[in-house]
């Protein structure tokens, strides 16, 4: 029985840390990661990631494919 209660309190702390850190980074309050524990949570927490305005998405160093100078091939003549 002790083994199965500390099995769970592992098994959420793994679930909440790595949560926790992804909607702080995403601006969010990192409480919102206790969501996923409760009916729906799971399908809930994910789609306010989703839908959520990240504060980087936007800036110059967000990366992706379309991230370097504006002008980076020399001009023909």
Partial sequence: MVV???GGI???ILCIY???RIFARAGLPPGLAIL???PLGGFIAPMV???AQWPNAGGPNA???N???PN???PSH
């Fill in 4 to 6: 199965i209660l500390l």
């Fill in 63 to 65: 990366g992706g494919p």
């Fill in 72 to 74: 980076a091939l020399p």
């Fill in 36 to 38: 996923v524990f409760l």
């Fill in 10 to 12: 592992v098994f959420a």
């Fill in 67 to 69: 991230s370097g100078p």
């Fill in 49 to 51: 990631l989703a839908f």
């Fill in 18 to 20: 790595p949560l926790c």
